[in-house]
């Protein structure tokens, strides 16, 4: 069975500044890894997604992700946050050969402040 | 393309009764999903659908729960005796009928409240 681990619940940040929200997955087999973000009262929306490939993956509003197998992680990072990244991000995982099932992540809230 | 669709937006229920929630696929999607998310959680997983058919109801609880998808129309989740716990977001998804059928794509949510 797979799981997904975001240890950081909240992540506080000041405009402008980088940052790195954590995902760890656990799986047996090979996987795909998806970030989706929420904002609020709406539903989630697909940020970035790793099927295979290139293990760094990019989004249009610029944050990206890498896939690191050793690590078992998915860490979503960005240069420089802007106000309107404020949200909550969650970490997905499905199996290749049974997408039916997304199995997520309990969600990182980024706050990001002027 | 207009995307999933879910209504009502907000329902608020008190305990006894019914709750029904519709979602419409985007189209070209014949594959639904719903989700829930309770406060301060992530979403968990409750059943996929194809056009009359339930493929996996894994996530659903035992009883009170359904879910359909008939041929024509929205898909329905139905909850029967809502109890407090009942309360939460539930999210539907829909994924293409053909090609890629790797990633799912939401609708803004159906927000339970029960009395």
């Known amino acids: 069975a797979q799981s997904v681990t975001q240890l950081d619940s909240q992540v506080p940040v000041f405009e402008e500044a980088p940052v790195e929200l954590r995902c760890n997955y656990s799986s047996s087999v090979s996987v795909y890894l998806f970030w989706y973000v929420q904002y609020p009262n709406q539903g989630l929306q697909l940020l970035l997604k790793y099927l295979s490939g290139s293990t760094l993956v990019e989004s249009i509003n610029g944050f990206e992700a890498e896939f690191n197998k050793s690590q078992t992680s998915f860490h979503l990072r960005k240069p420089s946050v802007h106000i309107s990244d404020t949200a909550e991000y969650f970490c997905a995982v499905t199996r290749p050969d049974n997408t039916d099932k997304l199995i997520f992540g309990t969600g990182t809230r980024l706050q990001v402040f002027p | 393309n207009a995307g999933v669709m879910q209504n009502p937006r907000h329902l608020v229920r008190r305990r006894g009764q019914e709750a029904r929630l519709r979602c419409s696929p985007m189209k070209g999607h014949s594959h639904v999903y719903w989700y829930r998310q309770l406060p301060e959680e992530g979403l968990k997983f409750m059943v996929y659908l194809q056009k009359e058919n339930i493929i996996d109801e894994s996530g659903m609880p035992k009883e009170r729960f359904s879910a359909e998808f008939p041929k024509e129309g929205p898909s329905i989740l139905r909850i029967q005796q809502v109890v407090r716990g009942d309360s939460a977001a539930y999210f539907c998804?829909?994924?293409?009928?053909?090609?890629?059928?790797?990633?799912?794509?939401f609708g803004p949510g159906t927000r339970l409240t029960v009395l």
């Open positions: 998804a829909s994924s293409p009928t053909s090609g890629r059928t790797d990633t799912q794509y």
